[in-house]
């Protein structure tokens, strides 16, 4: 899948993008290690991002989730992700919210744009009724960023994943398809 943007191209990948993510996370793996589960020297092997790369085209094309990466329209590296995962269908219509900016392209509203566009896609091709988003209350700048994009906090929860080697509260934030209610 593709989707473009004033300034970004959202795009899944293929196996060979390996080396490209592999440089995103390298890029950025002090920057992500807060807010990421702990990470294995295992997670940095090119053939662990092959594999990832894969699984996430078969869930694809199983509308399971839906990981696109963003780049930089005049830009070859990868400097940012989304995804929508955890994609229920049926009566339920509704997924999981997850992303990420490398850390040199923070305050453009790189996010913003990208997260405008796959909500789009989301609700309009997809046909969901829910985007579900759980962020860490520290978590100022995505808290801001969810909120801009018209989120509601539905509550929160306790030792809700664990992060950085701790379990860690999340508060939960939900987006609805208003044209469906």
Do not use: C
């Given at each position: 899948?593709?989707?473009?943007?004033?300034?970004?191209?959202?795009?899944?990948?293929?196996?060979?993008?390996?080396?490209?993510?592999?440089?995103?996370?390298?890029?950025?793996?002090?920057?992500?290690?807060?807010?990421?589960?702990?990470?294995?020297?295992?997670?940095?092997?090119?053939?662990?991002?092959?594999?990832?790369?894969?699984?996430?085209?078969?869930?694809?094309?199983?509308?399971?989730?839906?990981?696109?990466?963003?780049?930089?329209?005049?830009?070859?590296?990868?400097?940012?992700?989304?995804?929508?995962?955890?994609?229920v269908?049926?009566?339920?219509?509704?997924?999981?919210?997850?992303?990420?900016?490398?850390?040199?392209?923070?305050?453009?509203?790189?996010?913003?744009?990208?997260?405008?566009?796959?909500?789009?896609?989301?609700?309009r091709?997809?046909?969901?009724?829910r985007?579900?988003?759980n962020?860490?209350?520290?978590?100022?700048p995505?808290v801001?960023?969810v909120?801009?994009?018209?989120?509601?906090?539905?509550?929160?929860?306790?030792?809700?994943?664990?992060?950085?080697?701790?379990?860690?509260?999340?508060?939960?934030?939900?987006?609805?398809?208003?044209?469906?209610?």
């Amino acid at each position: 899948m593709r989707v473009e943007t004033d300034r970004l191209i959202l795009r899944s990948l293929e196996p060979e993008d390996a080396p490209l993510v592999r440089d995103f996370y390298l890029r950025n793996r002090a920057f992500f290690a807060p807010w990421d589960p702990a990470r294995d020297e295992a997670f940095f092997e090119l053939a662990s991002f092959a594999d990832s790369i894969a699984r996430e085209r078969e869930e694809l094309v199983q509308r399971r989730s839906l990981k696109l990466y963003l780049f930089e329209k005049d830009g070859d590296a990868i400097v940012g992700y989304l995804g929508l995962s955890n994609i229920v269908l049926g009566p339920f219509l509704s997924a999981f919210l997850g992303y990420k900016l490398d850390e040199a392209r923070r305050g453009r509203g790189y996010m913003t744009e990208a997260l405008r566009a796959a909500i789009g896609v989301a609700f309009r091709d997809y046909g969901l009724h829910r985007i579900e988003a759980n962020i860490m209350p520290r978590n100022a700048p995505s808290v801001r960023l969810v909120l801009r994009l018209g989120f509601e906090r539905e509550g929160g929860s306790p030792k809700y994943l664990r992060i950085a080697g701790a379990w860690e509260d999340h508060d939960h934030y939900v987006l609805r398809n208003r044209d469906m209610e």
